[in-house]
């Protein structure tokens, strides 16, 4: 059964930096999401992504978050200078269609230090 | 602003123990109601969507329905494997895309 997935599992950082959350969406869909769980908290929308442009984000995605669908099978979330509260789980989630049901990456978990 | 509240936020029950889970939800025109299961550490896992009153809809030991001001999963008869989070989300009127969850029910199934 086709699956999104995601890399890495667990990434550590430092204060500042920049990290990259990379994702495979199921390859017959074309809509992409970005969410991120804060530990113990709900799910969070950040951006959803169709046809190579962002439809909606959220409050949470300012400026020091970006989207880009690099080739016809990755959907990167970058963050520019991490900061402690970005420590979160991190989902990838595609839908075939607007509307349709969305199925969810296993995560990457971030933390920044 | 859309929101959505489940109850209650922590279940136990006895394998074999039917009980049901409930997600009221606040938004401007529902487009979509969607259960998810999530067990620690993973992601969520699509269970069902639901789009209009009435509704219903079944897999297995789960049942979920749907009013226009709640829904339901019912669980008949679980397993400890059933034991996870069950989360509800929303898709309202005023987005196409945002999905808005709750806080999600902790069900726990004791052998």
């Known amino acids: 059964e086709p699956e999104v997935t995601q890399t890495p599992s667990h990434q550590v950082t430092q204060m500042g930096q920049e990290v990259i959350l990379r994702c495979v969406p199921i390859s017959n869909h074309l809509y992409f999401y970005w969410y991120r769980q804060i530990l113990g908290q709900k799910v969070e929308f950040l951006v959803s992504f169709y046809n190579n442009e962002i439809s909606e984000k959220s409050e949470i995605f300012d400026d020091q978050f970006s989207v880009e669908r690099p080739d016809g099978s990755n959907f990167t979330l970058k963050i520019r200078s991490t900061k402690l509260e970005d420590s979160a789980m991190y989902f990838c989630a595609s839908s075939v269609i607007q509307g349709n049901e969305q199925f969810f990456g296993p995560g990457t978990r971030l933390t920044v230090l | ?111």
Do not use: M
């Open chain 2, 1 to 111: 602003e859309d929101q959505v509240t489940q109850s209650p936020e922590a279940l136990r029950l006895q394998e074999g123990e039917s009980s049901s889970l409930n997600c009221s939800y606040t938004v401007s025109g529902l487009r979509g109601l969607f259960w998810y299961r999530q067990d620690p550490g993973k992601g969520p896992e699509f269970l069902f969507t639901l789009y209009s009153a009435g509704e219903e809809k079944e897999k297995e030991r789960l049942k979920a329905t749907l009013t226009k001001k709640e829904s339901f999963l019912h669980i008949t008869a679980p397993k400890p494997e059933d034991s996870a989070t069950y989360l509800c989300a929303v898709l309202s009127g005023g987005s196409n895309y945002k999905l808005t969850f709750g806080k999600g029910t902790l069900l726990t199934v004791n052998p």
